[in-house]
């Protein structure tokens, strides 16, 4: 049927409104900007290894990723699309995984699957598109704050930082690296809701927000400095055409509050439960932040190749070559405007005719590269060590665990920098052309060494093609790496758990279609039986037949919504059972059942807070839904002028979009870059030979009981040029000599590998052990560098950095550092052939005192000299207890271990008593002195109440010869003994 207006002409006002339709659609073409087409094909370089190879890169987080999302798999199959429950987890017996665990990666990369890919080659594309949103978020940010061309350099600088692809290709916090990729994406939402008009980026800003939030809990913590001061900066000193303080108060409080709620399904009840579960470990041994710091040169360190024998090559925890050289001339540049501005108002009284010069950092800019530049400084320094009693003060900061997670925000900030420096070339001309040109020049350049620097980390090899693990894979991978509920400490286990479950109670059973007991045999009665009939991520259920009535005890771990259900067969209704109770130390439910054909229903039921939760992200939706359709039926055309700031006192062109031209040039050249630089993949590889490592310092070999061999070792802490450490390295094979004070920490690197597949798992110990047998200080390490050696792969050899801290109330004397292996449960060490020791020593160290002494502090000075290299400077006599020091010092390295005798002789010069002993209680033999130090020799007497002198000196115990005493005066002392007066011994 035909209306009869449908053959009529439009009227003039749909004209109009077809025209304006057009009009707009043409506009938006023309502003699609071309530098998003650069931003994203920057993401080449770091994508490529993932598209040219099946599966994930081989990580040591990256398969507990893929595990967790085999269980969210399986629970979608179930038809529960967000579980709050593991079943499989914690060798079956569950455990709240996913009531923790930020779910982002895994529900993205659930819905990839869902679209046909594989478990692997889902997470592979959820990765994809994180690197994506690095580039386009950070060139956006910078973009409007700075110019286009700073956009694209601060996207290369930031997505390039080495820890990127670290997480991305060597540890494998996936998590942790979608959390990061929300940082520049937030910081341009909230600007843009500061300077536009329209309303329409609050929801961005409140997805971007909620983004960070349910992709790593940590990356948000430490972001929020970042954050909340940049949106005090901006309120403080405005920004180009920002809209009023009032306005953009409320806006930045409406879009935290969106992605608060937004996220609130998640972060509220897994906050409000947190001690439902077993956090403590997360801030102990290897995860107590004081055993994490990384030294100056490695937050300084250059790129260098990654060896493909091991199996942890060494990526340095690094800021990053080109980032720190962007940042670098960034913050000098604006500090030499400011000193030139400085100037210029200090001299203008005095030659009021000069003319100016003129800086090209005007307000905004030097105001954002200043800002951006203390933060990345206070980031930089929380990395050390010396920042130590700022972590334990600051509360909650200890949750980070890793202080080099600070590379995270400090990269942003980095790359903010070099978008400044890129922008500040262009404002440094006032031709438009002079302008373009510069920054054209300067991208280019800070591109190619951006890209250079970083040419080690593009051609990873190491990929596993997984397929779709299913929930079988998930618990043998369980047993196999004893990471268990996929975690490092077991720390989402229910708190009821005070001990871990048996590995291989609920393993898989032999017959496909059989699921395993859910009961405790022992809690069944005689003659009772039990079957499980289903198993999800909310719901147990069971088939019991019993006799009589029982208490069941059940293979799954209390935590609080569990409740328990039954009915009689064949058609009873549903009855809660009230009288659950928690077994100790298992953690296990017990519930009293009846006798009789009953099923028993073990449900997980959302508590009145997990329902609130929800609800307020539910709202949240429909707010952001709402702000979006209001901004559709009340589009803005007119941009309102900044109130919070001032235009700049001398202008320059600045560019809005990225041209065209220029950009599909640069386009071609990053994609000619990508295939050219394919060829290189073998220039910039190292492969160390089998048996050996390539550049290991110290290639000094042990072989512990015909299983694993120690290739030798590095001490970092010998090239760290800031510290008083200082090490020599003796001519012929003897150990490396280190020389250290009291609380510095020594670093070392033990390079171990293999001779043959390991069936237990050894742990390593580093200890400083004195000539006593004592061992001073020392490092254990359960598993080296977090793996265990039972999954230790004979053909590589694994990388094992471990510190100690030098104690500061041990004695000033030289130890052995030593190194080995045992077994935990039963402390047996495995013996080296090479020594025929179970402590293998490294190095000699020598302690120091903080201040040494000098000749001055001597209380009774003598100068005599022993033989030809040893004076006996002075000494002190003290009564009450009797105890004599004696101040040694030798001129060169000793090879006889000499004795001191001192015998004490009456007014009538007969000996009446003696105290001979090696120095220092034999701690501190004279052939292990160091030349040049003054020694304080203590000895404890007991003298006689008619002691009138003592005689003092050294002689070599093998032969009973003293050593020649020679006085002040060249003159010998008689009997080579040197004679200490006792008249005149402080009491």
Known sequence: MVSATDNQPPSPMRAARASDAASAAASSARRVDAGLLVALLLTLFAIWPLLAHRGLPNTADGAVHLMRQAELNQAWKDGILYPRWAPDLAYGYGMPLFHYAPPLLYQVTQGLHMAGLPLDEAMKSTLIMMVLLYSTGSYLFVRDVFSPRAGVLAAATYLYAPYRLRELYIQGNYGQFCGLAFYPLILWAFYRSATDRSPRYLPLAGLALAGLLLSHNISFMLFVPLWMGYLAYLLLFGAPEMLGRRTVVKRFVLAGVLGLGLAAFFWLPAFAERDAIRLAGITTGFFDFRRNFIGLDELLALPRPLDQAAVNPYFPLSLGASQLAWAGLALVSCLVCL???????????????????????DRHLSGHVLYFGAALLVYGFLMLPESQPLWEAAPLLELAEFPWRMLGPAGLCAAVLAGGWVHLWERWFASAALSQRAGRVVLVIGLALTLAAHLFYFFPTQFIAWGTPTPDDVMAYERRSRAIGTTSTGEFLPRWAERHPSPDVLAPPQASDELAPRVEPLSLPEGARTRTLQVTAHQILLYVNSPRDFTATFRLLYWPGWQVWIRQLPDGAWQPVTEVEVTRPDGL?????????????????????????????????????????????????????????????????????????????????????????????????????????????????????????????????????????????????????????????????????????????????????????????????????????????????????????????????????????????NGKRLHAAECACSEFPLAYVWLLPAAPLTEQDIPNRLGYRLGNTIQLLGYQLERSPDRLTLYWRTDQRQVTRYTVFIHVYDAHDHMIAQADSPPFGGLYPTDAWLPGQIIADLHTLALPAQAHILRVGLYDLSSMQRLSATGPDGQPAAEDAIVIPIANAEL
């Open 339 to 361: 000193s030139i501005g400085l100037g210029h108002f200090l001299v203008r009284g005095t030659v009021p005719d000069r003319k100016p010069l003129e800086c090209p950092a």
């Open 589 to 825: 439910m017990r519930a009293p059942l009846p006798a009789g054909e009953i099923e028993v229903l073990l449900r997980l039921e959302e508590s009145p807070l997990r329902r609130f939760s929800a609800w307020v992200s539910l709202l949240a939706a429909i707010a952001c839904a709402g702000i979006v359709l209001w901004t559709r039926l009340h589009p803005t055309t007119k941009s309102q002028r900044a109130v919070a700031t001032s235009p700049d006192a001398h202008p320059r062109p600045t560019l809005r979009t990225y041209p065209r031209r220029e950009a599909l040039i640069l386009a071609s050249g990053l994609l000619a870059a990508v295939l050219a630089i394919r060829p290189l993949e073998s220039w910039l590889r190292v492969q160390s030979p089998p048996g050996s490592v390539v550049g290991v310092e110290h290639p000094r070999r042990a072989t512990f009981a015909d299983q694993v061999h120690l290739l030798g070792y590095d001490l970092p802490s010998c090239s760290q040029w800031w510290t008083p450490i200082r090490c020599t390295m003796p001519a012929d094979e003897a150990l490396p000599e280190i020389l250290a004070q009291p609380g510095e920490t020594l670093r070392v690197v033990l390079y171990w590998q293999a001779l043959r597949p390991l069936e237990r798992d050894y742990s390593v110990f580093l200890h400083l052990n004195g000539l006593d047998q004592r061992t001073y200080a020392g490092d254990d390490e359960v598993h080296p560098d977090d793996i265990p050696t039972s999954s230790w792969p004979p053909t590589m050899y694994v990388r094992n950095p471990m510190r100690l801290v030098l104690p500061a109330d041990a004695p000033p004397v030289r130890y052995t550092l030593q190194t080995g292996l045992y077994l935990r449960a």
